[in-house]
């Protein structure tokens, strides 16, 4: 049992330092999660404004991140961008940046899509008692726009966590640079560690995605309900 791939796990503060990568993992797509929301409520609420010019720039904005892929954005921003720009951000920092404003990008667009579904006749009901524009958002668009927007906003933060998996590409000490690590360092001791190491990484984004997920499709579920209801 000495030399079992499992024992690698307990070998000094491996254990512990998975735990420290696991936290750094969550707390960016936490900070990205919290920051890239409330930046996509903004844009989403901008984007149902009838001003062209400005609807074309958001929409290039969303397009920008979703074409481009998450790992080639992480590379302008950590190797081109403090180059170019003069500027030097820790590692862990830039890849926040990254995550919130392509949570940001995402989010504008269920916002958008949210806000378009409610019915015109709440609409034109707010209108009608004299509401202002802003009004009509803060009353009667945003609350009724909520239902619609949480399932997909709890899908959006699962994408976010389990994308923090090539946040070792630009050295963050996340938990998958540190399972790497791990492995490496104790490869000849125990030659089965990868699977035991790996399987708990496993383990660690299956306990944090599965629960968000089971919770954005019962949400889903209740809301289909209580329309066909």
């Given at each position: 049992?000495?030399h079992?791939?499992?024992?690698?796990?307990?070998?000094?503060?491996?254990?512990?330092?998975?735990?420290?990568?696991?936290?750094?993992?969550?707390?960016i797509?936490?900070?990205a999660?919290?920051?890239?929301?409330?930046?996509?409520?903004?844009?989403?609420?901008?984007?149902?404004?009838?001003?062209?010019?400005?609807?074309?720039?958001l929409?290039?904005?969303?397009?920008?991140?979703?074409?481009?892929?998450?790992?080639?954005?992480?590379?302008?921003?950590?190797?081109?961008?403090?180059?170019?720009?003069?500027?030097?951000?820790?590692?862990?920092?830039?890849?926040?940046?990254?995550?919130?404003?392509?949570?940001?990008?995402?989010?504008?667009?269920?916002?958008?899509?949210?806000?378009?579904?409610?019915?015109?006749?709440?609409?034109?009901s707010?209108?009608?008692?004299?509401?202002?524009?802003?009004?009509?958002?803060?009353?009667?668009?945003?609350?009724?726009?909520?239902?619609?927007?949480?399932?997909?906003?709890?899908?959006?933060?699962?994408?976010?966590?389990?994308?923090?998996?090539?946040?070792?590409?630009?050295?963050?000490?996340?938990?998958?640079?540190?399972?790497?690590?791990?492995?490496?360092?104790?490869?000849?001791?125990?030659?089965t560690?990868?699977?035991?190491?790996?399987?708990?990484?496993?383990?660690?984004?299956?306990?944090?995605d599965?629960?968000?997920?089971?919770?954005?499709?019962?949400?889903?579920?209740?809301?289909?309900?209580?329309?066909?209801?």
């Open positions: 049992m000495a079992s791939g499992i024992s690698v796990l307990f070998e000094g503060t491996n254990f512990m330092r998975l735990l420290g990568g696991l936290w750094v993992t969550v707390k797509a936490a900070v999660l919290i920051a890239g929301i409330i930046l996509g409520i903004s844009l989403g609420v901008l984007r149902t404004f009838k001003n062209r010019p400005l609807r074309i720039v929409r290039l904005y969303l397009e920008f991140f979703r074409v481009v892929p998450t790992v080639v954005l992480l590379f302008l921003f950590y190797y081109i961008l403090p180059k170019q720009m003069n500027f030097n951000l820790p590692a862990d920092q830039l890849a926040t940046l990254v995550f919130a404003l392509w949570v940001g990008a995402e989010m504008s667009d269920i916002v958008r899509g949210a806000l378009i579904s409610v019915s015109k006749h709440q609409i034109e707010g209108k009608a008692i004299g509401l202002s524009r802003f009004q009509l958002y803060w009353y009667v668009l945003i609350p009724q726009s909520i239902n619609l927007e949480i399932p997909a906003t709890i899908n959006l933060a699962t994408r976010v966590i389990k994308t923090t998996s090539i946040l070792l590409l630009i050295s963050v000490m996340d938990v998958i640079n540190i399972g790497q690590q791990i492995i490496e360092a104790n490869n000849h001791t125990y030659p560690g990868v699977f035991w190491v790996y399987g708990l990484i496993f383990l660690f984004y299956f306990l944090i599965y629960p968000l997920s089971w919770w954005a499709k019962r949400l889903e579920k209740k809301r289909l309900e209580r329309e066909n209801g």
